[in-house]
Structure formats: C-alpha cells, structure tokens
C-alpha cells in the first residue's frame, strides 16, 4: 500500500510539473515571437504607420500571455490518460497530500489570472532647441518607468530617421540600437528613468518650403520649444493642443503642447539658410556582418550617411589592407573607383546629382585566409571625411569553426538581440559575436580554430533481448533479439570469439548470411529503416553456439554478451541454467537495473515512406538464401535475470554466478550445524581463555543463523539444554569474576623477555599472511554460502 501510495503521488505531481511545462513552452513561443525582427522602417510613414510601428516595439514589452492552468484531474481516468508514461491499476493518496496539491493547484489558477503590470510605461516629454542652418537640434528629456523584473526591456527613443548625437541616463551614456523604424534602448534596469538625448533633425521639402518630420515616443505628456533665428515667421506643429508664438529679439520662438503622438511635423516657415553659403556636414553609421569560414572572411557592410546643412555627391571609404573590394552599390546612379594606398584600398564613390538627407552604400568584402588556425582583425571599413562615424559588427561562423576574442580597443561587446534587425536577418549562421563602437579606431582581434569531426551516428539500438541456454555439459546457445534503426550503416559489427557458431541469423524474418572482417570480428548485413525523419525500428535476430566448460559439483562460471559496435539503450538478458544444480543471483560490472519511467522529445511518428526498408546489396555479407530455419532455444531450468541501460558502443557485458549441485545442499546443512555443535563441544573442553571461547561460539552461531534458518531453532534447543544442567549460570559467573579479577591478573602476569626489532617484524609479517589467508577463503566460501541462505531452486 505505502509503495502505491508513493506512486499515486508522483502522479499527480508530475501532472502538476507538465502543466507548469506546457504553460512555460508556450510563454516562451509567444516571446520568441514578440521578439521576432521587423522589416526596415521606410524614412517618412504615414501617422497610422507610425502608430502601428510604436506599438509593435512596445507590445515587445507585454508579459507573454499565459495559457490558463490546466484543471485537476477529477477521476483516476483522467489522471491515468494524463501521465506519461501510463499507470495501470487503482492507487489510494493520502487525503492531507491530496488537498496540498489542491491547493497548490488553486494558487496556479489565480496566479494565471492575476493582472500584470506593464513593464515599460512612458512618461512626459520635453523637445527643446533651435534651428540653425537649415537643420533642427533638439534636446529631449523622457521619463520612463521600468518595472521590477529582471528580463530585457524596450524602450523607444526617437525615429530613426533623425541623427542620434548622444544618449544617456543618470549620467552615463546607453547603448541604442535600430529596431523597427526607432531608435530603440533595450535595457534590463528598473525603477524610474530620465533618457537625456540629442538629436539633429534634417530639413525636408523643397526650398522655400522647408519643414521638419520625425517619429517620436508616444506619451502622455509632450512638450516642444523651438527657436528660430528670424522674425515674422509663423510656424505651425501637427497634433498640437495648445501653441504659442512669440518674438524675442531677432528670434521667433514656438511653445506647443502636443497630444499623444507618435510624429512630431513642424511646418509653415521659409528656408533660413542658402545652400551656396551653407558646408554640409555628415554622419555615418555602418552595420558590418563578418563571416568566418575555414579559408576565408567574407564581411557584407551598409554604411548610413545622414546629410546636414546641405547636399553630398563625393563619398570616400576606406578599406583595410589585404581585403578586396568585391562591389559597391549604391542609388542615384552611383559609381566608384578603387585607389590601392599603403593603408589599404581606397573606394571613392560619386552619384550623378548632389544627395540630401540621407543615402547609403553596400560593400562586400573578402579576404583569402589559410584554413586551419587563424589569428585575424576584424576588416572594418571606414567612412572618410564625415563628423562621427558609428556602427555594429556581428560574427557569424558558417563553418565548423570556434572562434574567440584575443583583444578589443574601442569596441564594446553587446547583446545580439541589440543589433539591426536586418543584420539578423542577412545572416545565414547564428551570429556568435555582437559588438558595437562610436570610434573609427574601433578594433577587435579574434582566433578561429578548427572544430574536431565527428560523424554523427546513423543508427542505434533501442533494445537487445538476449537469451542463454546453458547446458550441463557446458555448451552454450545464445539468441540475441536486436531491435534498432539505421540511416545508412550496412552491417553491425559483433565482437565474438572464432570458436563461437553462428546456428542462425535472420534479418526482419529473413535470413542474411554473416561474414568475419581481417580481425575476426562478425559482421551481419542490416537495412535501412522506413519512416523518413521518424526512422522505423526493425529486428535482427541471430543465434549463437560456444563453450563455456561442464558443471561440477560446486563452483563458479562467467558468461559474456557479445560486444556490439553502436550504443545499447536497454539490455534484457535471461539464463536458463540446468535445474538439477542451485544457483546465486547474476552479478555483474554494474548490478541489475530497473526502469525508472518514460519520456520523449518527439512527436508521433510519421507514416511510412516510400523510401527506406531496402536491404544493403553489393557485398558479401548480403547474399541471401542461407540458413533459412528459425531456432528456439529451449528455455527450461532455473532462470536468472540481467537488465542493464545506456551500455556505450564496443563495452561487452559480463555476468558471473555460483552454483552448488542441488542434491549437496542438505548434506552441507547438516555438516554447517555438526560443526557448531562440535564447536561447542570443542570449546568446553578446551583449555583455551574463556574470552577466546566465547568470541568462537558467537562466530559459530552466526554462521549456522546465515546458513540456514533452521539453525536458529538448534541454538534455542541449545541454549535451552545448557540453561537446564545449570552451564549458563557457571558461564555468568565465571564471566563476572573474570571481569572482576582482570586489574590484578593483568598486574600478575609473567613478564618475558623483551622482544627485538626482528621479532616485531616476523610476527608482523605471520599476522599478514594469517589475514591474507583468512581473507581469501572467506571469499571462496562467500559465494556457497549465499547458495546456502538463499537458493535458486531449479
């Protein structure tokens, strides 16, 4: 009952444990989903674009939703249907474990229910600056609150269409990335923030119609002051709730309070600068993904150029040495020329008419390595000419490849999920290194070595039942019942002696022909599995005949399973011995083990294909038409069993066992029991201390108890006989005068002469031997007696 009661409780627990599961693998599903990357956000969006794109960046946020706790099992059915793998049979829980688990259940169910915060909310916002030369510098303070968990959050900044100068929070600059049209900070702080930045905001429009355009951070608060340098202008700000223009001196400045809105367009003034008096300046930000291969680096670059104040049609890069220039692309008709310089390749591109805005390059890279270790700098381009330049490199190793960091100088290690969604999605590899850098010194030196090969397995076995007949001759008929799956091996490999027969081997029912390879070694023909992904299993039975000596009276045997070339999961090995002899259990390397439970990774398997199923042809091992008979052993005698799990492949296992012939049994009983008794006798005649005396009786009687369990019996009768002619209470009291008399005795003793060195040294060596001796016949009579507590009857 306690063991049922044990098992009902793992039951249910382990029901617990899968809901618990299922709603944690689907929580991780609906994250890897809210985390998938979104395309390139176009320059200018629509207000319903824009809106859509914020709210897919901050529904990253959402706490995954939780699928509601699965209900309590409310009959044994139901919980029988449930576990995995399924229990048979009526099973009794304890009734205060029971509610436990209720409960426990119920805490789940509200848990599940109970409302989340969000983890990001936005504050105010405030938008301050002024134009100058054509171009809008704004300083933005936004408030966020961070929520308490430790999981990454995102947080949106600005659009990314505007030039981000610099970013910080409590001092301390933070790192931004590029996601879904923003400037996004991803962080993992809590509490209450205030995001400082800098921003420049190009002009856009033709001339004499000059406006500004850029996404912003939804919040319910925000605020823009902007100053102009002109009088009489009147600017105006979509999404205003309340605006107020006023002169200041030779300025015209704008107060607006805005409603909640994702895009912040300030238009209605004239242009304020001209372009033939006006130097354009330029930022540039690069996303570099960098493929390892064993022989070659192969790096794709986009370089962003933002363009202020005015226009742009020269655009110089420079490339590392070493490195060749695959191609360089770009729009308005671009083209470029290659300049070879002590620094490297120089690539000077020009576009048919003058850029504004903003405008970028793509370059592909590659550079011939030698395979094998390699110790490299990342081949970063540079963009010449500009007023900051910034950007990501992501390694991706195609290959098989482990690459490490040796050094890095003004480059900082980031997150993956901190790069341009499109530098993820370019990637064929996972992408194993992530940096970002805000320095055209940035550096990082790497090492790739080469990965050692292995060929994974293309075939296992699910299940060896061996069966063994033993003769009392001594011969020996093994039938191994192998149950496997195979891809593409054409024979399994069986480490046999040559003096063992193969009486029969058939392949799915059918009979294939084994061979010998140089060393000896048994190779049997095998087929391909059916099923496609899902490998079908099939059986291959062989039969094997040796010699494993003739029983005698007593003694001891060893058997060994062939060795088989693949990993074993599961071993089920019976011996049928004869039954004319007792036997002890089979012992091993490893002592029988038992089965635990069940568990699987995959789903059903598939319906069988039309590929797969054919046997291997073409060699020796495959010829057909031999052997065609089918031989059952006759499994008769006394049975001893073996189980054993996850045997690696080429590991023989071997089993030995003592037997004692049957009939021998009684007669020893009845010599173990006529020796006590002459023990005893021995003992109250000899003229031996009683201490020794009564140390030897106590040895005697527990032999005769382990024996035999009739040998308790003998001693009461004993005791009982000893106790009526009055030899216990003499033993009593001659126990305790000795005791009583030890001190003076031992005071009394007769003192002989002192031992030497050699004398010391030979009585130690006789003690060893004497201890060797005793331990190795203890060991040989082990075995007989373990026969002798507990047979095996035939």
């Known amino acids: 009952m306690a063991e049922l009661s044990r098992a009902s409780s793992f039951l249910l627990i382990s029901l617990v444990i899968a809901a618990d599961a299922r709603a944690q693998e689907e929580d991780f599903e609906d994250v890897e989903a809210d985390e998938a990357p979104e395309p390139e956000a176009s320059v200018e ?15 990253l946020n959402a706490a995954p939703a939780k699928s509601p706790p699965a209900e309590f099992p409310s009959s044994a059915e139901e919980a029988e249907a449930a576990a995995t793998p399924s229990v048979r049979g009526r099973a009794e829980v304890p009734l205060g474990e029971y509610e436990k688990l209720i409960e426990s259940q119920k805490m789940r169910q509200r848990e599940g229910q109970r409302n989340v915060a969000p983890a990001v909310v936005l504050g105010a916002a405030e938008y301050s600056g002024s134009v100058r030369q054509g ?32 970013a910080s929070e409590s001092g301390v600059s933070i790192p931004v990335t590029r996601r879904g049209g923003y400037h996004v900070w991803i962080t993992r702080k809590r509490g209450e923030a205030r995001v400082l930045l800098k921003i420049l905001v190009p002009a856009r429009g033709p001339r004499g119609s000059i406006e500004f355009d850029f996404a912003v951070a939804r919040t319910p608060v925000t605020k823009l002051t902007c100053r102009f340098p002109s009088l009489g202008l009147e600017p105006r700000v979509d ?15 704008l107060l607006a309070t805005l409603r909640p809105t994702t895009r912040i367009h300030l238009i ?12 354009s300046k330029i930022f540039a930000e690069s996303s570099n993904l960098l493929s390892v291969d064993d022989g070659a680096l192969e790096l794709f670059s986009v370089i962003r150029y933002t363009i202020l104040y005015g226009a742009a049609k020269d655009f ?8 060749d220039v695959v191609s360089a692309e770009g729009e308005g008709a671009f083209r470029y020329s290659l300049e070879r310089a002590e620094s490297g390749t120089v690539i000077r591109g020009e576009t048919a008419f003058p850029i504004r805005g903003d405008y970028e390059i793509s370059i592909r890279l590659r550079r011939e390595t030698a395979k094998g270790t390699l110790d490299f700098v990342a081949p970063l381009p540079r963009a010449v000419g500009v007023e900051r330049e910034q950007g990501h490199l992501g390694i991706e190793v195609p290959g098989k490849l482990k690459l490490e960091e040796t050094r890095r100088d003004e480059i ?3 997150d993956v999920r901190q790069l341009p969604p499109e530098m993820v999605d370019s990637a064929v590899s996972p992408i194993l290194l992530a940096y970002r850098y805000h320095s055209p010194a940035a550096k990082v030196s790497l090492r790739a070595e080469r990965l050692p090969e292995k060929d994974a397995a293309s075939a296992s076995i699910d299940n060896v039942a061996a069966t063994t007949v033993l003769s009392p001759e001594g011969r020996e008929m093994t039938r191994l019942l192998i149950t496997l799956r195979n891809r593409a091996r054409p024979s399994l490999v069986l480490d046999v002696d040559k003096a063992t027969e193969v009486r029969s081997s058939l392949l799915d029912d059918q009979p294939v022909k084994p061979s010998r390879d140089e060393e000896g070694r048994l190779m049997v023909p095998l087929k391909r599995s059916a099923g496609g992904d899902r490998m079908e299993p099939f059986t291959l039975e062989i039969v094997l005949e040796s010699s494993s000596g003739a029983f005698g009276l007593f003694g001891r045997k060893s058997l060994d399973l062939p060795a088989v070339d693949l990993p074993i999961s599961s071993l089920e090995w019976r011996v049928f011995a004869p039954a004319r002899n007792s036997y002890s259990a089979l012992k091993g390397e490893i002592s029988s083990q038992s089965l635990a439970g069940e568990a699987s990774w995959h789903q059903p398997p ?14 020796p091992s495959a ?18 069993d073996h189980v054993r799990y996850w045997i690696p492949g080429g590991a023989k296992v071997p089993v030995r066992f003592s037997y004692v012939r049957s009939w021998l049994l009684t007669p020893l009983r009845g010599l173990l029991v006529l020796g006590v008794a002459i023990a005893f006798v021995a003992l109250t005649r000899a003229r031996i201390s009683r201490r020794l005396r009564a140390a030897a009786g106590i040895l005697a009687a527990t032999l005769a108890a382990f024996a035999n369990v009739l040998a308790p019996a003998l001693f009461a009768g004993l005791l009982a006989v000893l106790w009526a002619n009055g030899s216990l209470t003499r033993v009593w009291a001659e126990l305790t005068t000795a005791w009583s008399t030890l001190p003076e005795r031992f005071k009394a003793r007769e003192k002989g002469p002192p031992r030497g060195f050699l004398g010391w040294v030979g009585r130690l060596a006789l003690l060893a031997v004497a201890c060797v001796l005793l331990l190795a016949l203890a060991v040989e009579l082990a075995p007989l007696l373990s026969i002798l507590r507990r047979p095996l009857e035939g």
Do not use: N, W, Y
Not at 149 to 165: A, Q, W
Not at 316 to 322: G, H
């Open 412 to 414: 900082v290690p980031v």
């Open 268 to 279: 209605g003034f004239k242009d304020l600068g001209s372009e033939s008096d006006t130097m």
């Open 239 to 253: 999404a205003a709730v309340e605006s107020r223009i006023t002169s200041e001196g030779p300025s015209t400045a």
């Open 135 to 166: 171009a809008l510098e704004l300083s933005v303070a936004l408030d966020v609150t961070l929520d308490s968990t430790d999981r990454h959050k995102f947080v949106p900044l600005v659009g990314e269409s505007v030039v981000l100068v610099g």
């Open 316 to 323: 110089v890069v420079q490339v590392p040495p070493d490195v």
């Open 606 to 619: 598939a319906a069988p294909g039309a590929g797969g199923g054919a046997p291997f042809h073409g060699g």
């Open 623 to 640: 010829d057909s038409g031999a052997m065609p008979v089918r031989m059952e052993l006759p499994e008769t005698g006394t049975q001893m």
């Open 45 to 59: 969006l629509a207000p319903a674009q824009a809106d859509a794109r914020f709210d897919e960046i901050m529904q």
